[in-house]
């Protein structure tokens, strides 16, 4: 298989009503991180190198952010959709910053990955797993799908007696017999470049919602005798969608237990993983031991066999390897190596424990 260049769409102009916040969905946190920032880490993770961010409701914040968490090295531009007028609309305001087709090759035409900024728990492998499909079938779009108990609210996927993708209906347009479906649409594609334009052009706005379905292009490509393929996942779990607070704490669930997994198979005791908090700008070195009733946010760096909790929660700190924190509320403090912190301890912003020593237990220093 030969390498094709590979871009990348980010949809996330969307205000999120159903969120109930002030704040722009795309930077909703999930273990410390905005949303969007975890796709965009997924992305870069699978190759991606240059992304198109389309943004709208607060812009500026979401641009803001985004670029100053997204991963080292990736290339993003930010297009404004004005109008939010749909997926498809979203997509073509997106193509604008994308390379102009003209420059490639017949055999050389990039792959366009696009992504809602909704979908923090997609993987690396899964988002490479699609591109490869979508080289290898020779399809001019893929798509991801999903099984779920409950399908309610998503699109469903709709196949021909072949077997293969027709169409796909989203919930509000669907009869009876398709809202049986369990097959869901994750909104998740990989595009050839060349044909976007033409198919976007081709949607219409004529449906329950009177928007621009990205869903349409699926259909109109089928209809034209391009191949659609399609990547079902086994974990339906990395097509969640988060619209509200309920979904977002699913969402967190789902990613803290992933991040606790990271570090246990990099050697990490963690007594009891339901009971600990560690966001995922965490680092911990290996042979610590982390007791329930921990949190660890912030960047806070931890040494190698170092003892944390129970009861502890760290922010922004640096603890030395061999240090023991216990029963320790703690913000922006440096822990020496070898040191002994509480029991029932506060170290505020700027505190420093010397390397071996012990702070004795009930006091607050800074």
Known sequence: MSPRPLFAAMLAAGEGTRMRSSRPKALAKICGKPMGTHVLEALFRAGVQDTVVVVGHGAERVKASLSSSAPVGMKIHFVEQQRLLGTADALSVALTGFPDVLNYSKDDIPVVIVVPGDTPLITPGTLRELVEIHIESRASATLI??????AFGYGRIVRGKDGRVAHVVEERDA??????????????????????????RRISAKNAQQEYYLTDSISILSEMGYLVSALSIEDGVEALGVNDQIQLAEAEKHFRRRINRHWMSRGVTIVDPDAVYIAATVEIGQ????????????????????????????????????????????????IGAGAVVGPWVVLSDGAKVEPDTSTGSFKTLG
């Open 287 to 334: 042979d610590t031991t982390i007791w329930p009733g921990s949190h660890l946010v912030g960047n806070t760096q931890i040494g190698s066999s170092v003892e944390i909790g129970p009861e502890t929660r760290l922010l922004d700190c640096t603890v030395g390897d061999g240090a023991r924190v216990t029963r320790c509320e703690a913000a922006g403090a440096d």
């Open 175 to 200: 009869s009876f017999e398709e809202r049986r479906i369990n097959e869901i649409n994750t909104g998740i594609y990989a595009f050839n470049l060349d044909v976007l334009a033409p198919t976007l």
């Open 145 to 150: 799908t999903a099984t779920l108990e409950d």
